[in-house]
């Protein structure tokens, strides 16, 4: 396995790729912020079945992070990380610095208007900007034919989605199902920030998200009714402050009031000091 440092080496790698004469495979790339876990390694798994040729960025992203959020003690655990690429079969990781990515001086940015405010966006002010701007460089360092994402990010997945169409960057966005703990719990590399009793009160987000998917089962339509229904699973738990209850249209995240198939239910919330996300694509 490889391990690039600069976007030169990345991109003669895949170029190279390409100009082999015998070898017509497509590349697949699984952009990640490290501390693997499980949800990582399905990602992985999916990109091998359907590329040919896979490649894992690892890099910490600090234009995506806010003034007060977690960015310098943002697990990051490189050796580990990388054994976990090697077993999933990956033919190579991208671990680029800083510097490499935001060149001094750099001033060119990528905003999604209008999307990039909404859910995660509304309570992480230029969140989504930092997102978009370092998967459109991952993009164009690579030059990728496959790019794969997990479900649990929903909101960054419709973001990514527009600004490939609206770039033509030729570049297919493949979209993984959550992967979860045994208790349910979706999988994050922000869990390890749960004390015992953080991580009891967590469960809390997979328990909405399932109890609306059993209402929307059974026919419930209703936004008022869903959200109303998941706000009071929260009110349970006193060490849970709700960021964000939401039923949206996944393609442009804007609010709907009654729910269809491919409607997006989504929750975030505090649970202690650290902000948790979960969701599904109702029916």
């Not at 399905?42 to 007060?68: E, K, M």
Request: proline fraction near 5%; charged fraction near 25%.
């Amino acid at each position: 396995m490889e391990i690039f440092r600069t976007v030169a080496e990345l991109r003669r790698w895949s170029r190279a790729l390409r100009c082999a004469e015998k070898d017509d495979g497509r590349i697949g790339l699984v952009p990640t912020m490290g501390a693997l876990h499980q949800g990582h390694s399905s990602l992985i798994h999916t990109a091998r079945a359907r590329c040919a040729h896979t490649v894992v960025s690892i890099f910490v992203n600090p234009t995506q992070f806010g003034p007060n959020e977690d960015y310098d003690r943002y697990p990051r655990s490189f050796e580990s990380d990388c054994a976990l690429v090697q077993a999933g079969g990956a033919d190579a990781i991208f671990a680029p610095s800083v510097e490499e990515m935001y060149p001094p001086g750099a001033a060119t940015f990528i905003e999604v208007a209008g999307l990039g405010d909404r859910l995660d966006g509304a309570s992480r002010p230029g969140h989504f900007r930092g997102v978009a701007t370092v998967v459109a460089k991952l993009l164009i360092a690579g030059e990728p034919d496959l790019a794969f994402f997990g479900q649990k990010d929903a909101a960054q997945v419709s973001i990514l989605r527009r600004m490939i169409t609206d770039l033509r960057l030729g570049v297919e966005l493949v979209v993984c199902p959550i992967v979860r703990e045994a208790d349910g719990l979706a999988l994050s590399s922000r869990n390890a920030y749960l004390i015992a009793d953080e991580r009891r009160q967590a469960r809390a987000l997979s328990r909405a998200v399932r109890w609306v998917e059993a209402l929307a089962a059974k026919g419930e339509r209703n936004a008022e009714v869903l959200i109303d229904a998941a706000r009071q699973i929260f009110a349970a738990e006193p060490l849970i402050r709700v960021d964000y209850i939401a039923l949206v249209d996944w393609a442009t995240l804007e609010p709907v009031e009654v729910a269809v198939p491919g409607t997006l239910f989504a929750v975030a919330a505090w649970v202690g000091t650290t902000r948790l996300i979960d969701n599904a694509i109702l029916g």
